[in-house]
């Protein structure tokens, strides 16, 4: 997520803060200190209220770690890798780099967020209850508002629409009966998509009804919601026409080699201006060697582009993404978007056999989706493949 910043690492996994959670944290600090706060608990200085406040708004966030902690933990038991946990305005996100390879697993990865939340509202409602018993001091509101916020918590994550927690509880539940993720992702996220625009439509109501900060802010969180809903179902929609599509039938042969030993002067005469390439596959007899760009080239000062061979500058292969033509395209779609390339030498035994372009397999999906090509997924397919 840009604009974040890492604060922990927890058991190997790295805890990111994105700049927006400040904003909710303050938010969050001052609506406590100057409502919940004295209302519920009169008799203290405005000082205790802004202290209990910011304590209060810390252990919230201590607790929607806590349930992003559950489904890493669980992610990672289940042999799913986790990039890292980030909070942001509208809570927390464990990025879990692959899909699970069940409905069980999934299931397992997606219900224990919110039992952790339910958990953590029962442990700190027992604590108020036993040891402040029921005394109007700072720890008993603070203990009552995190018992509160965190049975919200779990249960706001329980609606059964993608992305929602819930919405991943529904989506295994369908895949377990179908026997098919990506069907069962369309279903969940399609109810997410009504679930967040209720959201918005409850939220524009509560606005217009004089309630127009809490108005907002339901309206904003719907249309969080909305957002990743459709990209979900965008994505397996995605997934569904491309599951068993492998590089070769998209990639290009049409690829220009250009030797590593020539100078960067002649590769300019010679290929790039007449071409007009932003980019040059190099070789080396005939192994595929590397990849030169022209900010590769502008880090060289003009007067040495007659002597310098091609070869010197480069990007070595061992620096690139490359792919194996028989590779899934799923696979390769993961990659390109989460390293924003554009285009992916495909080699195999060291030999350069095409280029696989961005473009290319947008339009692949493109005239696959026009045509209405979609095959069949069985959950056998879904083991993730080496990439
Ligand atoms: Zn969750």
Redesign the pocket.
């Known amino acids: 997520m840009p604009g974040s910043f890492r604060i922990a690492t927890i058991a190997g996994i790295d805890i990111h803060i994105n700049l927006s959670w400040i904003i909710i944290l303050l938010l969050l600090t001052v609506s406590l200190a100057t409502g919940l706060f004295p209302r519920s608990f009169p008799g203290f200085t405005s000082s205790t209220y802004f202290l209990l406040g910011l304590v209060s708004a810390l252990l919230l966030f201590v607790s929607v770690l806590l349930?992003?902690l559950?489904?890493s933990f669980v992610a990672r038991a289940r042999g799913l890798p986790v990039k890292n946990i980030t909070l942001f305005i509208f809570?927390?996100v464990?990025n879990i780099e692959r899909e699970p390879r069940s409905a069980g697993a999934d299931f397992q990865v997606?219900i224990v967020?919110?039992l952790a939340?339910l958990l953590i509202s029962g442990i700190c409602y027992a604590l108020w209850a036993l040891l402040t018993r029921g005394a109007d001091n700072p720890i008993a509101a603070i203990l009552l508002y995190l018992a509160a916020a965190n049975l919200l918590l779990g249960l706001f994550?329980l609606i059964p629409g993608y992305p929602?927690?819930g919405g991943r509880i529904l989506r295994a539940i369908v895949w377990k009966f179908t026997g098919n993720i990506n069907r069962a992702t369309n279903i969940a996220a399609a109810i997410g998509q009504v679930v967040a625009i209720s959201f918005i439509i409850w939220g524009i109501f509560l606005f217009f009804s004089g309630n127009s900060f809490g108005g907002i802010w339901i309206a904003f969180i719907g249309w969080f919601m909305l957002g990743a809903s459709q990209a979900a179902r965008t994505q397996s929609t995605f997934e569904d026409t491309f599951h068993n599509i492998t590089v070769q039938e998209v990639m290009s042969h049409n690829v220009i080699l250009i030797p590593a030993n020539i100078s960067l002067q002649r590769l300019i005469d010679e290929y790039i201006l007449p071409q007009g390439l932003r980019s040059a596959l190099i070789t080396q007899g005939e192994q595929f060697a590397g990849l030169i760009t022209l900010s590769d080239i502008r880090h060289i000062p003009r007067e040495q582009w007659a002597t310098t061979p091609v070869g010197f500058v480069m990007k070595p292969v061992s620096q690139l993404h490359v792919v194996a033509p028989g590779q899934n395209l799923r696979d390769v779609i993961t990659l390109i978007n989460d390293r924003d390339i554009n285009q992916l030498p495909v080699v195999e035994n060291g030999r350069l056999l095409g280029i696989l372009s961005r473009d290319a397999v947008l339009r692949a999906l493109e005239v696959r989706r026009r045509l209405g090509i979609k095959q069949e997924t069985e959950q056998d397919q879904h083991q993730p493949t080496s990439s």
């Open positions: 349930h992003e559950a489904h809570g927390g464990s997606a967020g919110p939340s994550n929602l927690d």
